[in-house]
């Protein structure tokens, strides 16, 4: 294979000279590059030559693999011999990036900076031998410039979205955006700077981060005031990434604004209040968002959760319900009246249990009642009313209130009391399925806690038919994970007290594209499902023990929440370090 030549500086790639070096590393033929030449003769478009080349849809001769415009960036950084990067927006400083030039000469040649330190800057080309523009940005920045290859559409996207939004932030926070610190610690000079939330500067902001959020498929926004800054963070598979820091000014007129968009009292800084926006993503589709302020040191914060039907409303076999598991999940469910639990931490999926459950029952001859703090998510098919504690209208005045609306099936958003409770059991012996969710590391667990709630446990005996707890592990991206050999010792850990069978292989991560190099995308359940019935219930006593109750329901074969993700390491779809830093450990 013979190495094409290079262009000579200081000049952009031509389609001829892509083909050329493309053929002559045989990674195309020549008929194949014959015929990209003359579909594109006499085009005056301005895509760059891998664009055109990405279009023609071609297989790589070398690999067999599609030549996308990804590949294709790979390829060229490559043959320049230069670092390639893919641009991540969670990880470019984007003030930092647009003060390094400006939009119009980055844009003449084509560039953008993605990363600003000390001793040098980092700047993404797509035309590799095309370098007059290092000299003045070194001049100018009185640094090192390294410049690296980067895909074009990609500078073209983030160059306009990286500047536009710089821009923004810098007129909506003016001049004085330092000194309007709302905080515990000055309390002078609180009316300078003021950013307004209807200023189409600050408009422009909040649609950005709501956009970029439903792109990054985030589930939770958080905006964090701090001392002279709002951090802006974004929760992506259950991990939180940093995404913009906004000056303090800005940072409190976006919340004003999201708090409009919410009608919340944008006044009432020294309370916490909830409220909820409903919006539409880029393609069309409808998200909801649940928003929640609370006052701290610093000023206010906000949080979003992002609510998307397609999540929210999933088939079992996508929340990773095995086939035992949907089998006694459903032989749970199928009872006629009775309690039901869904236990585990805040952002462990009960939410989408029970929303995907309540939508598998519903039918006409139905009738679903919910009472929710707040109501996640508008669904059609159910009646929901939502806990309003201004008017004195909480779970278990929900719960009496809906008792008279003949229901079939009542899901409690939350047990958190007594009354509550109490409220449950009632409508559990009156011949109503009762669905809700109780915070219990475990299953077994969620029957000391009603014990401990003050329930009777011959209440407790006559009403309870199944608890679930469950787990959400990062699952491996399809795209890039590779086999490997699991560590015996590492096994052992995660199945301890039992034995299981050592798999002879499994996956591991590796990154790419798709996942933003972590290795993970998107999340599965892990769940430990047991029903309450036969020598179980009859352990359900004042004075029971937990380790004894889970004991008795090993035996009767429900798989703890670490078995549960040991079975998903075995299948390839997760890891060991990701099971065990979501389950607590297996007691027997």
Same mark, same amino acid.
């Given at each position: 294979?013979? #190495? ?67 590949? =294709? ?152 005031? @701090? ?30 604004? =999201? ?45 979003? @959760? ?5 999540? =929210? ?79 004195? #209208? ?56 009603? #014990? ?11 009403? =309870? ?20 050999? #699991? ?102």
């Amino acid at each position: 294979m013979t #190495l094409a030549p290079k262009p000579g500086p200081d000049r952009p790639l031509t389609l001829n000279e892509v083909c050329e070096a493309l053929i002559d590393q045989e990674r195309i033929s020549g008929e194949e590059g014959r015929e990209l030449r003359n579909a594109n003769l006499g085009s005056n478009t301005e895509s760059h030559p891998l664009e055109m080349v990405a279009q023609a849809q071609l297989k790589d001769q070398l690999t067999g693999r599609l030549l996308d415009l990804e590949a =294709l960036t790979q390829w060229l950084a490559e043959w320049a011999g230069m670092e390639y990067v893919q641009i991540d927006p969670l990880k470019v400083d984007v003030p930092a990036v647009a003060g390094v030039m400006s939009y119009a000469y980055a844009n003449r040649h084509g560039i953008l900076a993605v990363s600003v330190g000390k001793q040098e800057i980092r700047v993404a080309t797509a035309q590799p031998f095309q370098k007059d523009w290092i000299a003045n940005l070194e001049h100018v920045n009185r640094t090192d410039i390294t410049p690296v290859i980067a895909n074009p559409a990609s500078i073209r996207r983030f160059l306009v979205e990286f500047y536009q939004l710089a821009n923004s932030v810098s007129k909506a926070g003016g001049e004085d955006a330092s000194q309007h610190v709302q905080n515990f610690e000055q309390l002078l000079d609180l009316g300078e700077g003021k950013a307004d939330a209807n200023d189409q500067h600050v408009v422009s902001i909040v649609d950005w981060l709501l956009h970029y959020a439903f792109e990054q498929r985030a589930s939770d926004i958080h905006i964090e005031p @701090r001392r002279e800054i709002s951090q802006v963070r974004f929760r992506i598979d259950g991990v939180l990434h940093t995404v913009y820091e906004f000056p303090a000014n800005v940072g409190i007129a976006v919340l004003s604004r =999201l708090k409009i968009l919410g009608r919340l009292n944008v006044a009432e800084k020294r309370r916490p209040q909830d409220g909820r926006i409903k919006t539409r993503k880029p393609d069309e589709s409808e998200v909801e968002l649940r928003i929640a302020t609370m006052p701290t040191a610093f000023g206010e914060k906000m949080v979003l @959760r992002i609510f998307d039907p397609e999540v =929210l409303l999933k088939p079992f076999e996508q929340m990773g319900f095995s086939r035992e598991d949907r089998q006694r999940w459903e032989r749970i469910t199928d009872n006629p009246y009775g309690i039901i639990l869904v236990t585990g931490p805040t952002g462990s999926g009960k939410t989408t249990t029970l929303y995907s459950t309540l939508r598998q029952m519903a039918s006409d001859d139905v009738n679903i009642c919910t009472i929710e703090d707040p109501i996640e998510m508008v669904e059609p098919s159910f009646n929901q009313m939502q806990v309003q504690h201004g008017i004195d #209208l909480t779970f278990a005045h929900g719960v009496r209130a809906l008792m008279r609306q003949d229901p079939d099936i009542i899901m409690i958003g939350e047990i958190r009391d007594k009354e509550t409770a109490e409220m449950a059991v009632q409508a559990a012996l009156t011949g109503h399925l009762v669905l809700s969710t109780l915070h219990t590391n475990d299953a077994p667990s969620a029957i000391t806690r009603l #014990l401990e709630l003050g329930l009777p446990s011959y209440l407790i005996r006559a009403t =309870l038919i199944g608890v679930m707890a469950q787990r959400l592990a990062r699952t491996l991206c399809e795209d890039c994970k590779e086999s490997t050999r #699991l560590d015996e010792e590492a096994w052992r850990d995660l199945t301890r007290p039992w034995k299981a069978p050592l798999p002879e292989k499994t996956c591991r991560p590796v990154g790419c594209l798709n996942c933003r190099n972590t290795g993970y995308l998107g999340r599965t359940g892990a769940y430990e499902i047991m029903p309450v019935e036969g020598a179980l219930k009859d352990q359900i006593t004042e004075d029971c023990n937990v380790a004894e109750i889970r004991r008795e329901a090993y035996r009767q074969g429900m798989m703890s929440l670490r078995l549960s993700g040991a079975q998903k390491v075995a299948a390839g779809v997760t890891t060991v370090e990701e099971v065990m830093r979501i389950t607590p450990e297996s007691q027997r």
